[in-house]
């Protein structure tokens, strides 16, 4: 939701927003990726404190201008986060 409203607010004002969270940064990026053999720029990019250490990872989930969302891991490579992507119950240590 953060990424969404974040565009939203640029595609109005101009600018992104982080309405004073301190578990959040959202900010405009600038970061291609390449995923696949495919090249993708990212739009908008955001940290969670949910995010961090989840699974033994940290990392950043960015958008695209056209809404495909890019999982940034510190430890891995970058992954797409499809519409029907669910998060798995228990990390991979249990």
């Given amino acids: 939701m953060d990424l ?4 939203k ?3 109005e004002h101009g600018y992104v927003t982080n309405y004073g969270a301190k578990s959040y ?10 995923i696949g053999g495919t090249q993708y720029q990212c739009f908008i990019t955001t940290t969670n404190g ?7 990872c ?6 695209t201008t056209n809404q495909v969302f890019i999982w940034l891991d510190s430890k891995r490579p970058p992954k797409i ?11 991979p240590r249990f």
């Fill in 25 to 34: 940064q959202v900010w405009l990026s600038t970061n291609v990726v390449s």
């Fill in 58 to 63: 940290e990392g950043s989930l960015a958008m």
């Fill in 9 to 11: 607010d640029y595609a």
């Fill in 81 to 91: 986060i499809c519409t029907n992507y669910r998060a798995s119950i228990f990390p």
């Fill in 50 to 56: 949910k995010f961090y250490d989840e699974g033994g």
């Fill in 4 to 7: 969404k409203m974040a565009a």
